[in-house]
């Protein structure tokens, strides 16, 4: 539990005291409907065309106290069925890579440029990364990780936009709002390209860049 939540928490005890000592014995929550959470404005988003064609809009897993953050393209397949992301093969590859990193997956924030899955897993069109933009950026604020990880190219433009191929990309260290980005491949990727033990090794490479940024080394 970190600093933030201990502190909370310990306030929310003192306050139940508080009505205890005054005979309360029932509280009751009023959920204010006005200010959906941006999870649920996530889940019931209708901003582009992906609305229509998605089982589950995906926002995203982890804790909000996450001092590294992992951004990838969209959802895929099982990913849209089960509404959380990176459950597939890629999924599992990038669980290994955070316990690797001396990570739990529950310790980060994993999430996507794009919330819902395009068809086919196509690369998603422009209009839809603008649509969901806001999103990941109130994510990013919300969060304040030390460190975000960049997944494949379209994670990567998103974060470092220009014409420079991931080859150029990984393995250095952008800012975005003041937060260190390591652009790296897709876990995806590496599957494509199983046998090639060389790209395997680049990746690793920038993990352990962003482990020592984090002083996990």
Not at 122 to 141: A, D, G, K, M
Request: proline share 6%.
């Amino acid at each position: 539990m970190g600093k933030k939540s201990s502190e909370l928490l310990f306030h929310l005890e003192e306050r139940l005291h508080f009505l205890r000592e005054l005979g309360v014995e029932f509280l009751f929550s009023r959920k204010d409907s006005s200010s959906p959470s941006l999870e649920e404005r996530i889940l019931n988003c209708q901003l582009c065309p992906l609305s229509r064609t998605r089982k589950n809009a995906v926002p995203g897993e982890g804790t909000y106290e996450a001092e590294l953050m992992f951004v990838g393209e969209a959802p895929g397949y099982e990913e849209d069925i089960q509404g959380r992301p990176f459950v597939g093969k890629a999924g599992q590859l990038l669980t290994k890579i955070i316990q690797a990193m001396k990570f739990r997956r529950e310790e980060v924030y994993i999430t996507n440029v794009v919330k819902c899955r395009p068809p086919q897993n196509r690369t998603p069109h422009r209009e839809e990364v603008e649509s969901c933009r806001p999103y990941l950026l109130e994510q990013i604020e919300k969060i304040q990780p030390r460190v975000i990880v960049a997944l494949g190219k379209v994670a990567t433009d998103f974060f470092v936009p220009g014409a420079l191929s991931m080859n150029e990309l990984r393995g250095n260290f952008y800012q975005f709002e003041n937060i260190p980005v390591m652009p790296t491949f897709h876990p995806s990727y590496l599957i494509r390209n199983e046998g090639n033990k060389e790209i395997k090794k680049m990746v690793w490479e920038d993990m352990q860049k962003v482990m020592a940024c984090l002083n996990k080394r």
